[in-house]
């Protein structure tokens, strides 16, 4: 796999997991519990794709194949450590949320 579909792969994962996650958060808030929890795993297996491509290029790294460092990259990582901490927020918001409404 070149290193810009990896990239890509890192960016539209990352950013799936986080518009999952910020959905969930609005359906939880709606009182819709049921498509919150469905939307989170949702995030939760894109965030798992985006995490195991950038696991490959660590890997890769660590056996000695040189990865160039573009700007590309270091947004994908980026977009993928805001992705990492919405999706974590998202999952205490949605359990405070459904604690203050007895779920």
Known sequence: MNQEKIIM???VNG?????????????????DHNRAEELMKEAREAMSLAHKVQTSLI???TRGEK?????L????QDHLMN????????TLMIEDKKVMKGV
Do not use: C, F, P, Y
Not at 15 to 29: P, Y
Not at 73 to 76: D, E, G, K, R
Not at 83 to 90: E, H, P, S
């Open 67 to 71: 990865t160039d460092i573009s700007l």
């Open 59 to 61: 890997q890769a790294e």
């Open 15 to 31: 950013g799936n997991a986080r518009s999952k996650a910020l959905m969930a958060v609005r359906n939880a808030s709606e009182g």
């Open 83 to 90: 992705a990492m901490t919405v999706v974590d927020l998202a």
């Open 9 to 11: 792969d890192i960016i």
């Open 73 to 76: 990259l270091i947004h994908a």
